[in-house]
């Protein structure tokens, strides 16, 4: 075999071992635009996924896309789990985006982008479709500054 072969055939199996090893966790991974950058009081999200594996556990976050305008340093939410059995459980998230300086804590630069765990290692409890749905819980009727929310669900790491 030629050098050019063998470099090409090792380039080629490396490639393979890295594109194995790398294994996505996330079982859903998406977001809504908020209209205009500004979420009405009343304007619910809803995102649904399937769960096919409940034996192993899962880390569940919301995700949040912030713009310089929002004029506070936490974002309440209420969500509520709609689960393929059973009742629906509502609960409440309070999402710190700044310190008390005003520095956004999320990644970016104009845009900020963060996110919060609405449950960890996280057993579901049965297969089938779950629906997560969250509303802003700020006083404000049309609050902005709020782009785009997320729902990221992933298989813990533990």
């Known amino acids: 075999m030629s050098g050019i072969r063998i470099k090409g055939l090792l380039l080629a199996v490396i490639g393979c071992c890295l594109c194995l090893s790398c294994e996505n966790r996330a079982i859903y991974d998406q977001y809504q635009v908020i209209e205009n950058t500004l979420w009405e009081k009343d304007r619910e999200y809803y995102f649904t996924f399937e769960v096919e594996d409940i034996s192993v556990?899962?880390?569940i976050t919301f995700e949040v896309r912030n713009n310089n305008l929002?004029?506070?340093?936490?974002?309440w939410i209420f969500f509520s789990?709609?689960?393929?059995?059973?009742?629906?459980?509502?609960?409440?998230?309070e999402c710190m985006l700044a310190d008390d300086a005003g520095k956004w804590y999320g990644h970016g630069i104009s845009l900020y982008q963060s996110g919060f765990p609405v449950r960890t290692d996280?057993?579901?409890?049965?297969?089938?479709q779950y629906t997560f749905a969250f509303r802003q819980?700020?006083?404000n009727d049309?609050?902005?500054g709020i782009q785009e929310i997320g729902l990221?669900?992933?298989?813990?790491?533990?």
């Open 142 to 144: 049309a609050l902005k």
């Open 70 to 75: 929002y004029p506070y340093q936490n974002l």
């Open 152 to 158: 990221r669900v992933e298989k813990s790491g533990r």
């Open 57 to 59: 556990p899962y880390t």
């Open 122 to 128: 996280y057993l579901f409890p049965h297969e089938g």
């Open 137 to 139: 819980g700020m006083r």
């Open 81 to 93: 789990e709609e689960k393929p059995v059973g009742p629906i459980q509502r609960d409440t998230l």
